[in-house]
């Protein structure tokens, strides 16, 4: 049984089969840039790794968490979540209301148009194909106790989509 897994996972002789994708620069050094089973692939064929934009977007002060959508889909969106540090910042700077919660901010102006910032900046790492057209701002966190990541704090990205359907769906003119 031991053989039969390492010969599945030995490609031609050459390859170890990690279900990581990567690419080559110029200088031929390989770069991680996800997870074969995490790639999204629109429906224009275009093969696009959730992990940069997501990366990048997570380490703006403002945001909690970030999921890239996209698989089957026309374009690229992105589904995120506030930090509750940030937001408690940024409306102190801004002379919102004092203890607004994420949900209270969800359709916010100034803070859409601040995010939307984030998400061309983050655009600007990828290309036209793969940048994020439209996001969504959720009143909750994912969490592990909601499901939403893994011990690891790793997405769980069925049980998103599953409970946010109806966001991820109005993003693509859709739904509600």
Known sequence: ?????????????????TGDVGELDAEGYLSITGR?????????????????????????????QCMVVGDARPYITALITLEADGIGHWCRMRKKKEGSTPADLVDDADLRETLQRAVD??????????????????????TEQSGHLTPSLKLRRAAVER??????????????
């Open 36 to 64: 074969k089973k995490d790639l999204l692939i629109t429906t224009g064929g275009k093969n696009v790794a959730p992990a940069p934009l997501e990366d990048w977007l997570r380490a703006h002060p403002l945001v909690g």
């Open 121 to 142: 900046e983050a655009n600007k790492l990828v290309s036209r194909a793969e940048s994020i057209r439209r996001f969504a701002v959720l009143p909750v966190d994912f």
């Open 163 to 176: 409970d946010f359907a109806a966001e991820i769906e109005g993003l693509y003119g859709h739904g509600r």
């Open 1 to 17: 049984a031991i053989r039969r897994q390492r010969q599945m996972c030995i490609k031609d002789r050459e390859w170890f089969a």
